[in-house]
């Protein structure tokens, strides 16, 4: 380990890359939970689709051009969603080839595609050093929306997700996220062809998006550029397992996209065994910081508690009425359950709570004032529902009731 030219440790690993070394035991607790010690964040040459207008303009000055040549760069990667430096024939060939040499317009590599009898897309990725990377594509009549991973694997262990079997991997780059997008958008609608409504964006996929978040809210700015994707916050919702810290400075955001975080259980007993971060920031502390979110939010708006119902496990009804006094104890008013029935996998010791058990868990929610919506799955027959992101290549053989 040495350091760096502009600070922090840097690592030559096995396959001899260079690695920059971001501690995150310090505040995440990894080290309890997750047996890892460091991310690791590739260094190379500049993938231009993970710089916000402002860097592409300062990099094109150190390159001796100007700034219209870095407007017409990022229009032509992030509004035309051009994949490479070769097709933006509106440069001269000479900037091309510089840009070429000099930097990168894509940085991932599809794998697979996998369509669902629902229409679901799942598309498995690579990064450029092999790791997986997943992104869904789920249509609906009037709205689309793209379920985008942060990073490749994840660190939290959930008891009933098939990703934390994975384990953590890396931090995917701020442009390895902006990519997801466009690669999806690409195969659905063609090349720079306009979308014929909008598109949502959930931070739902593999990891833990606020254990990346500096990447994670960088790569939102760049697709909130009206001169590019034009994906504006309120279409884009994150989800966290309960990084406490992160909550609070999520709150302090000026343009932030909206909040879910993932409960499954109202009490601590039953939460440490199913999400173990809730060792580290137990639900007495991950209350206090859904209060301080709910106080920022203006008139109208909500967040929401996502509850995985596991049949069996957390979905009697006496845990509804839990979950209503919880909501309770703390006044949190400006929320709505999202309920998810459990989405099985062969390696996963768990069953989805049945039809009935979940319309009745909402009914008990609701007749105490609490507001609750079930989630219809999406994809689970191709590994593509939520819970299910492990890099599968095979389809999900089991068969379960839906109705």
């Known amino acids: 380990m040495f350091q760096g030219p502009v ?4 690592e030559r690993r096995p396959d001899g890359a260079l690695y920059f070394a971001a501690e995150v035991s310090e505040f995440c607790g990894c080290r309890a939970f997750a047996e890892c010690d460091k991310i690791y964040t590739m260094i190379g040459s500049p ?3 993970g710089h916000t207008r402002a860097e592409l303009i300062e990099l094109f000055a150190e390159f001796g051009e100007p700034r219209y040549r870095a407007d017409q760069v990022f229009r032509g990667l992030h509004q035309r969603r051009l994949m490479s430096f070769e097709e933006m024939t509106d440069l001269p060939k000479s900037l091309r080839e510089k840009l070429y040499e000099a930097a990168s317009a894509r940085s991932l590599t599809v794998e697979s595609r996998y369509t669902s009898v629902d229409g679901t897309r799942r598309f498995l990725m690579r990064t450029h050093d092999g790791h997986p990377v997943e992104t869904v594509f789920i249509p609906t009549e009037n709205r689309d929306t793209i379920c985008f ?3 490749s694997g994840c660190p939290l262990k959930c008891d009933f997700c098939l990703t934390a079997k994975l384990g953590l991997l890396r931090n995917l780059t701020a442009g390895e996220i902006v990519e997801q997008i466009i690669v999806v958008l690409n195969d659905v609608y063609g090349v720079g062809s306009e979308t014929p409504h909008g598109t949502n964006l959930v931070a739902m996929g593999e990891g833990e998006p606020f254990l990346n978040f500096e990447n994670l809210i960088k790569a939102l700015e760049i697709m909130s550029d009206d001169k590019g994707l034009f994906i504006v916050p309120g279409r884009v919702t994150v989800s966290t397992a309960g990084i406490v810290p992160k909550i609070f400075e999520f709150s ?3 343009r932030r996209p909206n909040l879910a975080i993932s409960l499954s259980a109202a009490n601590d007993e039953l939460r440490d065994k199913l999400m173990p971060i809730n060792k580290r920031w137990p639900i007495e502390k991950l209350m206090e910081a859904a209060k301080a979110f709910e106080k920022t939010l203006k ?3 909500r967040f929401t508690f996502e509850y995985v119902l596991l049949g069996g496990v957390n979905d009697s009804d006496e ?3 839990e979950l209503a006094s919880l909501l309770q104890e703390y006044g949190l008013r400006k929320v709505k359950i999202n309920l998810i029935p459990h989405n099985p996998a062969e390696q996963l010791d768990y069953r989805p709570s049945t039809p009935d058990q979940v319309r009745r868990f909402k009914e008990i929610l609701e007749s105490h004032g609490v507001s609750a919506y079930i989630r219809t799955p999406r994809g689970r027959d191709i590994y593509a ?7 599968k290549q095979e389809p999900n053989l089991i068969q379960i009731q839906t109705a």
């Open 7 to 10: 600070g922090g440790n840097f």
């Open 47 to 49: 993938h231009l689709t």
């Open 149 to 151: 991973s942060s990073q």
């Open 252 to 254: 302090d955001l000026e």
């Open 299 to 301: 008139r109208g708006e």
């Open 319 to 321: 845990q509804a009425a």
């Open 385 to 391: 529902a939520c819970g299910q992101l492990a890099a």
